[in-house]
């Protein structure tokens, strides 16, 4: 009686550790499936009705859903693919997207470069280069060598600036005259000779312009005093 007792004993005792041993593993794989902030690198492989809930307690979105029935969440630094596999079994593939140091921030897109502004006139340079030019008419000013001769171009200047190593000729003529283009290419081949070097000094281009502003003609500064 005594040894038929001990393995009832023996018995019992067997059944209640399996009991218990069955216990704690399905406490174990419910723990994982509603843990609260589970993470993102335990559902690599999982499938969908186990990690869904676990993507949706932390946070993920669907990002966009592809042709081929991809579902794509993101959250931070995470990428979560949903791939199904067959009618019965959806696996997910998560990705972890570079880190990013700590403190740092992704840098701004570059933004498009201003453009470079336009040379502002140079008022004394404009000065000096006019007063050269009558000089070189003889001290007249351009109205009275209009009035003296006509078909001079040197009569139809209306202004003379100079912008960086540009110097401007605007002759007060339109875009429509007939002599335009005759006299604004005696211009430029007259100035680029008449005018003495310390006039054109640091000037790279003598332009012609009519009275809109159209460039004529242009020549390169090439003084013979």
């Given at each position: 009686?005594?040894?038929?007792?001990?393995?009832?004993?023996?018995?019992?005792?067997?059944?209640?550790?399996?009991?218990?041993?069955?216990?704690?593993?399905?406490?174990t794989?419910?723990?994982?499936?509603?843990?609260?902030?589970?993470?993102?690198s335990d559902?690599?492989?999982?499938?969908?009705?186990?990690?869904?809930?676990?993507?949706?307690?932390?946070?993920?979105?669907?990002?966009?859903?592809?042709?081929?029935?991809?579902?794509?969440?993101?959250?931070?630094?995470?990428?979560?693919?949903?791939?199904?596999?067959?009618?019965?079994?959806?696996?997910?593939?998560?990705?972890?997207?570079?880190?990013?140091?700590?403190?740092t921030?992704?840098?701004?897109?570059?933004?498009?470069?201003?453009?470079?502004?336009?040379?502002?006139?140079?008022?004394?340079?404009?000065?000096?280069?006019?007063?050269?030019?009558?000089?070189?008419?003889?001290g007249?000013?351009?109205?009275?060598?209009?009035?003296?001769?006509?078909?001079?171009?040197?009569?139809?200047i209306?202004?003379?600036?100079?912008?960086?190593?540009?110097?401007?000729?605007?002759?007060?003529?339109?875009?429509?005259?007939?002599?335009?283009?005759?006299?604004?290419?005696?211009?430029?081949?007259?100035?680029?000779?008449?005018?003495?070097?310390?006039?054109?000094?640091?000037?790279?281009?003598?332009?012609?312009?009519?009275?809109?502003?159209?460039?004529?003609?242009?020549?390169?500064?090439?003084?013979?005093?």
């Open positions: 009686m005594k040894r038929i007792g001990a393995s009832l004993t023996a018995i019992l005792l067997a059944l209640t550790l399996t009991a218990c041993d069955d216990t704690d593993s399905s406490t794989q419910s723990a994982e499936v509603i843990q609260s902030e589970p993470q993102a559902q690599v492989g999982q499938l969908l009705t186990i990690a869904e809930a676990n993507l949706e307690l932390e946070g993920y979105e669907v990002e966009t859903v592809t042709d081929s029935g991809k579902s794509i969440f993101k959250k931070g630094n995470w990428t979560v693919i949903e791939q199904k596999q067959n009618d019965n079994q959806v696996l997910l593939t998560v990705t972890k997207n570079e880190d990013k140091e700590e403190g921030e992704t840098p701004a897109a570059p933004t498009e470069q201003a453009p470079t502004p336009e040379p502002a006139v140079d008022e004394e340079r404009s000065a000096a280069l006019t007063q050269a030019t009558k000089d070189a008419f003889g007249q000013e351009f109205t009275e060598i209009l009035v003296s001769d006509p078909t001079l171009w040197a009569g139809y209306n202004g003379i600036r100079v912008e960086g190593d540009l110097a401007y000729y605007t002759l007060q003529i339109s875009a429509d005259d007939l002599d335009r283009e005759e006299f604004g290419q005696q211009a430029a081949r007259a100035l680029s000779t008449l005018l003495p070097a310390s006039a054109v000094e640091g000037i790279d281009w003598i332009i012609v312009e009519d009275g809109a502003g159209t460039v004529i003609a242009q020549e390169q500064p090439n003084p013979i005093m």
